[in-house]
């Protein structure tokens, strides 16, 4: 199956880290928060920002969660999280390197 990305005839010539700038498929996504931003430094930001927001958001709702939990429970719930916030900080790296 033939991929759908621009093949770079220079990937050769570039510096390792120096990506080509193909929006990724989450750009793509009709519901994503910065699916019109076309150049890379204002992709990063818009995409900080919204992560920044849906953690707020999701902040408030553990928070309000964490209310209705006995001790265990919320000490259980902080110990997913803190792994789960693990996972999501590797991943990138990980995904990157198998490449």
Do not use: F
């Not at 902040?59 to 999280?81: E, F, H, I, P, W």
Request: charged share 30%.
């Amino acid at each position: 199956m033939a991929s759908d990305a621009p093949t770079d005839p220079y990937a050769h010539r570039r510096p390792v880290g120096r990506e080509p700038t193909y929006p990724s498929a989450a750009h793509d996504e009709k519901d994503s928060p910065c699916a019109n931003v076309v150049m890379t430094v204002d992709l990063a930001n818009c995409l900080a920002n919204a992560r920044d927001a849906e953690d707020a958001k999701l902040n408030t709702v553990t928070s309000k969660l964490r209310g209705k939990l006995d001790a265990a429970d919320g000490q259980r719930l902080v110990a997913a999280q803190r792994l789960w916030i693990q996972y999501r900080d590797a991943n990138p790296s990980a995904e990157r390197d198998l490449y």
